[in-house]
């Protein structure tokens, strides 16, 4: 039992909005990049980087259904791989070109 101040219902549901967000911009990036010529893979990097965001604030709002420092652990891992996939996004753009 948590001791949550949102029922895990509501909870459930106001994830599932930012999850379903991310996926559409990460798809519509993965979609849209081949058009943009040179500039695919920064196209691609951005769209991705926008998507992850909403990601993870849908995995933030299920996490707060939860009151233990485990799960505080599990959102700064998170956040952390997060950072350093943006990171070598924006690497990997500024490689191509």
Known sequence: ????????????????IPLAIGAVIIVAGVLSAPRRGLHTARAFSTFLGLGLEFLLAAGLIRLASQ????????AAAIIVARRIVIIGLGYGARAEG
């Open 67 to 74: 009151n233990t420092f485990q799960m505080l652990g599990i």
């Open 1 to 16: 039992m948590t001791d949550s101040w949102l029922s895990p219902e509501v909870l459930g549901i106001a994830s599932v």
